[in-house]
């Protein structure tokens, strides 16, 4: 029975979006319900998918916020 996490920064796809749409989560638990079915011969009915969607000011790698973060790449690449 495999248990598969998806952890998404809450802020949506789009500018005027606060977090992914029920639809994309759709496509994502049968995208990876599909691949465990394909890669592992694991049953769609056994297969457990969880999103959770972090705020952004819990999320953060290279040593920094995410927000601090996106903006310092961004102000490299300019």
């Known amino acids: 029975m495999p248990i598969v996490t998806i952890q998404v920064t809450?802020?949506?796809t789009a500018p005027d979006r606060?977090?992914?749409?029920?639809?994309?989560k759709a496509a994502l638990?049968?995208?990876?319900?599909e691949l465990l079915l394909n890669v592992l011969?694991?049953?769609l009915e056994s297969t457990?998918?969880?999103?959770e969607e972090v705020d952004?000011?819990?999320?953060?790698?290279g040593?920094?916020?995410a927000?601090?973060?996106?903006?310092?790449l961004a102000d490299k690449r300019k």
Do not use: H
């Open 10 to 12: 809450r802020e949506g």
């Open 18 to 24: 606060q977090s992914i749409t029920a639809e994309e």
């Open 63 to 65: 040593g920094l916020p």
């Open 29 to 33: 638990i049968k995208g990876v319900s």
């Open 56 to 61: 952004t000011d819990n999320w953060g790698w």
């Open 67 to 72: 927000l601090e973060y996106r903006k310092q």
């Open 48 to 51: 457990f998918v969880v999103i």
């Open 41 to 43: 011969n694991k049953p």
